[in-house]
């Protein structure tokens, strides 16, 4: 399976965020493979973006997002929960991640059941937390290279029809910005 190439990251966040739905998520847990196609994204910058982690200055929790694009960037949110964003931004930005806020599962179906412990696929990866628990991604994960076939990285997927764009979500500053991107599968 040919990974998205370092390339493809390169590139505006945004831009990122929108060509990431429908691209496929692999995971490779021992012998299983399990994986989903992105189907909700949203795009965070660096200093015109307040809502970002990156907004104030660099942290041992946000370098990935300064780091080399195609990377992971797993941050634990309200003690509880992973999220996984793919490092993404245009060379003359210093950071820029895009948040992987729901997949279509395809592939080990069963496997991200038993993970997350419950039976509804309507449910099972449709939010940040959700997908990283079906798909055993932790801290384990911080700076993987996403660009190489690894336990987990990102290939192409299906073409998206239509994408909706609307306010991220959960943030309380840059709510006009229109960076949570949609597409129905």
Aim: with cysteine; net charge positive.
């Amino acid at each position: 399976m040919n990974t998205l190439p370092r390339e493809f990251y390169i590139q505006d966040t945004v831009t990122v965020a929108k060509k990431l739905l429908g691209k496929r998520i692999i995971r490779k847990i021992g012998r299983q493979e399990i994986s989903g196609i992105i189907s909700e994204t949203e795009a965070y910058r660096h200093k015109d973006d307040p809502a970002s982690h990156a907004f104030r200055k660099i942290t041992d929790r946000n370098k990935a997002m300064f780091g080399e694009v195609g990377r992971a960037y797993v941050y634990f949110t309200y003690g509880m929960y992973y999220c996984f964003n793919v490092v993404a931004r245009h060379p003359k930005i210093d950071a820029g991640a895009v948040l992987i806020r729901g997949i279509r599962p395809e592939k080990g179906i069963e496997k991200m059941q038993e993970n997350r412990k419950i039976s509804d696929l309507k449910n099972l990866t449709n939010g940040p937390a959700k997908l990283t628990q079906a798909l055993e991604i932790t801290k384990e994960h911080y700076g993987i290279d996403l660009t190489k076939n690894s336990k987990l990285f990102i290939t192409e997927g299906i073409k998206p029809k239509k994408i909706t764009a609307s306010p991220r979500i959960g943030i309380k500053e840059a709510t006009e910005k229109m960076w949570n991107f949609k597409i129905k599968i």
